[in-house]
């Protein structure tokens, strides 16, 4: 009974903070949308898709701060025309993601509400790769070793919550240039994400 009195007292807190929407905790997973913009007018990337998963605490009752830590795969996809031929390369990055979200519920009856949120995120590539890895020395991008291991970005968005689940649909603006080179090449990565998220507590 003495050790079992610690889980529901554990268990009544997050009950009443849960009923007075203060705090909230759980997973996510999204569908992400991105493309990498560069400022060379010869190098054009296309639209990809990727996904994320990871998980968010929401603090707050009318305004409200959202902490998340997300797994990110990213591929973009660089086409650059030399004479009649074109020059392809793959860029996939793996990264963990920290947006710190700043949020205003609109609608707040408890069960259901709208939202309003953005805020900065902080990108980690714990991992890089190109293919093909070598494009000659006409390709800007020579290695993985030219692209940045930490990034910064700005999320903006809306989110609608009903019972425990919560939606937000967001879009992500690079503010910081992923290539490591020279300045003569900029690149910033632009993602429109849809997550959904499960509060469990």
Sequence with gaps: MKKLAPVLCLCLISFLVQGQGMFSIGPKIG?????????FDSI??????SFQIGAFVRIGKKFYVQPEVNYQMVTSTLDKSLGTSILQQDITVKTIKV?????????????????????????FLIDKEMNPSDMGDMWPIQSVDDLKNSVWSAQMGAGVDVLFLTLDVRYEIGLENIYAGSDDLSMKNNIFNVSLGIKIL
């Design 44 to 49: 054009k990337a296309s639209i990809n898709n």
């Design 99 to 123: 947006p710190l979200i700043i949020g205003v519920k609109l609608i707040n009856p408890g069960r259901f509400n709208l939202r309003l949120l953005a805020g900065p995120a902080v990108s």
């Design 31 to 39: 569908y992400n949308s991105n493309t990498l913009s560069t400022d």
